[in-house]
């Protein structure tokens, strides 16, 4: 039984990937476009700045080897905060003809602030090191998040184009409507990618931040 659900929603999710391709490759090419634009950003800062960067990210590896016992209520409660307002914005803007460069622009940031963190971490602790710290730290979680912002993105730009299209209010009423039910949707797994961030990830990494 569970099974058969589950064969039917990956069905759901390849219709609905499917019908939105064009939408799909749009957003995820943004999102690229910033995840190399982060990698190219921290390959070019300044020596100072670099020196500052590194300092920040020792000083984190650092707190996490000392910290005894994290706060994962409060850590939840920080992620979840942080998701449940990105959800919004990308919701709220998503619902407006001129809030559709804002959506493309967070998703755009997203991207930046990965390639950022990548490039962060394999700049100052070396390839092999880098790459499995950037697994354990980020890798589990953003299997989530990162669909969801980009689902939540391509919900936006579909009725955007709706709009555009279609003048009828009741049926802009509708698809208003459909986009609110989606972005609830993608807010649960938004959700669900801060338990995993909270309770997996950061258990992990706490586990073996020793060798680093």
């Known amino acids: 039984m569970k099974r058969d659900k589950r064969i039917k929603l990956l069905e759901i999710i390849k219709q609905h990937v499917s019908n939105n391709k064009k939408e799909y490759i749009l ?5 690229i476009i910033g995840i190399f634009l982060g990698v190219f ?7 100072a700045q670099k020196t500052e960067i590194t300092t920040y990210f020792n000083s984190f590896i650092e707190k996490m080897k000392n910290t ?5 209520i409060e850590l939840l409660k920080s992620s979840i905060g942080h998701n449940l307002v990105l959800a919004i914005v990308l919701w709220f803007f998503g619902t407006t003809v001129i809030g559709i460069p804002v959506v493309f622009g967070l998703v755009l940031y997203r991207g930046f602030c ?14 092999q090191k880098g790459i499995l710290f ?6 589990l979680q953003n299997i989530l998040f990162i669909p969801a912002i980009l689902a939540l993105a391509v919900s936006g730009f579909k009725l955007y184009k709706s709009i555009i299209k279609d003048r009828n209010k009741e ?13 609830l949707i993608m807010l649960m797994v938004l959700m669900l990618s801060s338990v995993i961030e909270i309770f997996i990830s950061t258990n992990i990494l706490k586990g073996i931040i020793k060798y680093f």
Do not use: D, P, W
């Open 27 to 31: 957003v995820a090419l943004l999102f």
């Open 134 to 139: 950037v697994l354990i730290l980020l890798v």
């Open 171 to 183: 049926n802009v009423k509708i698809e208003v409507v459909r986009h609110t039910i989606f972005s």
């Open 114 to 127: 990965l390639g950022y963190t990548i490039a962060v971490c394999i700049t100052i602790m070396g390839l």
């Open 41 to 47: 950003f921290v390959n070019n800062v300044q020596e």
């Open 68 to 72: 005894e016992e994290l706060n994962q």
